[in-house]
């Protein structure tokens, strides 16, 4: 990390403000360079901005940050110009020409990460703080921002310390003045810990629905109503409706906010038998769309000449609507709540219904610790290596290695040891200019 970054961290575009950031150790010789002197340290300062033949190109706020007490924990400035983009562009080949480099997404924060100023479940709460659209994201976001998965890993990682010298106790000197039960005396600490971690990563896939968004499917026969229900929870015409049976042919996804939550609502293809190649198409993404969905809402026309059939695969939690109660007399005896999707006062039940189940879903009274699929799967590593060290009741050097590579589950979580290639995927995804 010998070289300097810069980069717009700014969105693109007319704006009245615009920021570029720089980090590295030429960041002292580009504050100079473009604004005649160095500002003092966190001190907001106007400086005149100037490009490499002399010419004035904007009156600026500079910041300068010494390292590390910076972001990076490298030398960092920061200019605050106008936000035309031709102010941009000429701050941009200004630093340019003095030899400065564009930054990569994510090396602000990666520079953050391998100078020690965040780990790397903190640098993802950067990346799902900058990516929150919802209150719900924001606050899980800035959880883990602030270390709270970093600080539980910490107590896991202690307790799994304290249970490694138990058996190594027993292993390396047997035959001092150690207790015989050494190596059973890790035995409830490793039990409290494989709980802990199961509950963690049981937990986890809630910290992902709220990352990504909670999954509902209106799931149906053709004209059933699905895209009409999606078009009034959406308030916008998102799906074609038409008379004709079978209009929808693949899968529309509409982002909801219900109840503070991220909410993906997906209109489907009509689930019937059917010869035509592209409509089967449809059908085979509907249930495929339908089997991953968290929620699903079964549309059944429950008011029109012939007798519905009802839903043939219902799971625990399937909501059952019956449609187009405006229609007259429905047909008896059909399980499901009724409701007409051309009445305000039904669709407003109907989101509240869909409220209720996202919010009883993603709440809870406190937010998950892991957020991420990475976090689960090593949570869940690290536990099954601690239910193999308590097979091993007699090999306790087997079941010192389980302990130890459990440790090593746990610090992939903090990227204590993790391979390059998952650091460049992780902040490849950042936006840049972070």
């Known amino acids: 990390m010998s070289d300097t970054i810069f980069a717009p961290a700014t969105a693109a575009g007319r704006a009245a403000v615009a920021v570029v950031r720089l980090s590295g150790p030429r960041s002292e010789h580009a504050v100079r360079t473009l ?39 490298e030398d960092c400035a920061e200019f605050h110009l106008h936000g035309g983009p031709a102010v941009v562009g000429a701050v941009v080949e200004a630093l340019l020409a003095i030899g400065l480099r564009l930054a990569e997404p994510g090396e602000f924060t990666r520079r953050a990460f391998e100078n020690g100023k965040l780990d790397l479940a903190q640098a993802e709460g950067v990346a799902d ?10 606050r899980q976001a800035m959880e883990q921002l602030g270390g709270r998965l970093s600080a539980i890993q910490a107590r896991w990682r202690e307790a799994l310390t304290q249970a490694l010298a ?10 001092e003045e150690v207790p015989a039960d050494v190596a059973q005396r890790a035995r409830p600490l490793i039990e409290a810990l494989v709980d ?12 992902t629905r709220v990352r990504e968004g909670f999954r509902i499917a209106l799931l149906g026969a053709p004209n059933a109503g699905k895209s009409t229900l999606l078009n009034a929870l959406a308030d916008r015409d998102a799906a074609i409706v038409t008379a004709t049976p079978g209009t929808t042919r693949d899968v529309i996804e509409v982002p909801l906010v219900l109840g ?35 929620l699903r809402v079964w549309l059944v026309d429950g008011y029109g000449e012939e007798q519905p059939v ?3 695969s219902l799971r625990l939690g399937d909501l059952i609507l019956l449609t187009k109660r405006d229609l007259g007399e429905g047909h008896p005896g059909l399980p499901g709540s009724p409701f007409t999707a051309r009445s305000p006062n039904d669709v407003a039940w109907v989101k509240g219904l869909l409220t209720e189940a996202v919010v009883e879903a993603l709440s809870g009274s406190e937010q998950p610790a892991a957020t991420r699929q990475r976090h689960r799967e090593l949570l869940t590593e690290a536990a099954e290596r601690l239910r193999s060290a308590l097979s091993h009741d007699d090999a306790l050097e087997l079941a010192a290695e389980d302990v130890r590579l459990a440790a090593r589950a ?25």
């Open 196 to 207: 802990d971690l199961d509950a963690a990563a049981a937990d986890a896939e809630r910290g």
């Open 129 to 138: 703080l900058i990516d929150a659209e919802t209150e719900a994201q924001r």
């Open 166 to 175: 138990m058996f190594e106790a027993a292993v390396d000197f047997p035959d």
């Open 410 to 434: 746990l610090d992939r979580i903090a990227g204590r040891i993790d391979p390059e290639q998952v650091l460049g995927r992780i902040f490849s995804t950042f936006c840049i200019g972070k």
């Open 260 to 294: 503070g939550y991220k909410v993906i609502l997906a209109d489907t293809a009509g689930i019937r038998p059917t010869g035509d190649e592209i409509e089967a198409e449809g059908v085979r993404r509907a249930e495929a769309w339908g089997q991953a969905a968290d």
């Open 310 to 312: 009802m839903p043939a």
């Open 35 to 73: 604004a005649g002197s160095l500002p003092k340290p966190r001190r907001a300062t106007v400086r005149p901005m100037w490009s490499a033949a002399g010419v004035e190109i904007d009156q600026a706020l500079v910041l300068w940050f010494p390292g590390p007490a910076s972001y990076t924990g």
